[in-house]
C-alpha cells in the first residue's frame, strides 16, 4: 500500500516562499500523476496542481504565477515552492496520488495525511 | 472553471437512517465525478470514483448515482463512522473543482 507524507516549514512568513515535499513509500512514483491539494480552516478543497513524472505540469490558474511543482523520481519524492505568501495560503496542504494512470485527469486514490501551514509574521 | 454544488449544507440524521446527498455541476462532466469522506483532522478518503463505482475496500452501503449534471451519494443504513464531511469532485477537465461539502451530524 503506497503511503505519502508532506515535510516542510509550519510557518511562513508573509511575502516569503512556501516550500513543502511529499515523499512516496511503499510504491514508484514512476507512471501516475501527482497532485497538491489545499483546504483553509474551516472550508473545502482547492486543486493547486499536478505533476507527472515526466515533468509535465498543470497549475490552477488563480496561484499559476506563484507556483512551482517539481519531481525528483530518484528521491520518489515531489515538492511545491508558493512564493509571495500571505495570510489566504494559510491552509492544510496535502499531496496526492492520482487513481488511474490511464487518464490525464482522474481522481484521488492515495492522500498524504496532510500539513498545517500558517503564514503569519 | 466547473462549480460543483453540493445539497444539503448539513444533514441532521440517526444511525440506520438512509442518507442521500446531491451534487450538480455546471456544465455536463459524463461521469467523472468522485466522492469523499473527511472525518475532522483527517485526509479525505475516496468512497466513489466514476460516479458509481465503488473504490476497494469501502463498505457496499455507499452507492454513487448519476450522469452529465446530476450525481447523488446515498449511505443505505448510516453507521457510527459515517458521520462526517462529505465532497464531490469533478475531474472531466481541470482545473479540477469540489463542492463545498456536506457534514452528516447526529440528529
Known amino acids: 500500500q503506497v503511503q505519502l507524507r508532506e515535510s516542510g516549514p509550519r510557518l511562513v512568513k508573509p511575502s516569503e516562499t512556501l516550500s513543502l515535499t511529499c515523499s512516496v513509500f511503499g510504491g514508484s512514483i514512476s507512471s501516475y500523476y501527482w497532485s497538491w491539494i489545499r483546504q483553509p480552516p474551516g472550508k473545502g478543497l482547492e486543486w493547486i496542481g499536478y505533476i507527472h513524472y515526466s515533468g509535465s505540469t498543470n497549475y490552477n490558474a488563480p496561484l499559476k504565477s506563484r507556483l512551482t511543482i517539481s519531481v525528483d523520481n530518484s528521491s520518489n519524492k515531489f515538492s511545491l515552492r508558493l512564493s509571495s505568501v500571505t495570510a489566504a495560503d494559510t491552509a492544510v496542504y496535502y499531496c496526492a496520488r492520482h487513481g488511474d494512470r490511464s487518464r490525464w485527469s482522474s481522481y484521488v486514490d492515495q492522500w498524504g495525511q496532510g500539513i498545517p501551514v500558517t503564514v503569519s509574521s | ?107
Open chain 2, 1 to 107: 472553471d466547473i462549480q460543483m454544488t453540493q445539497s444539503p449544507s448539513t444533514l441532521s440524521a440517526s444511525v440506520g437512517d438512509r442518507v442521500t446527498i446531491t451534487c450538480r455541476a455546471s456544465q455536463s462532466i459524463s461521469n467523472w465525478l468522485a466522492w469523499y469522506q473527511q472525518r475532522p483532522g483527517k485526509a479525505p478518503k475516496l468512497l466513489i470514483y466514476e460516479a458509481s463505482s465503488l473504490q476497494s475496500g469501502v463498505p457496499s452501503r455507499f452507492s454513487g448515482n448519476g450522469s452529465g449534471t446530476e450525481f447523488t451519494l446515498t449511505i443505505s443504513s448510516l453507521q457510527p463512522d459515517d458521520f462526517a464531511t462529505y465532497y464531490c469532485q469533478q475531474y472531466t477537465t481541470y482545473p479540477w473543482t469540489f463542492g463545498q461539502g456536506t457534514k452528516v451530524e447526529v440528529e
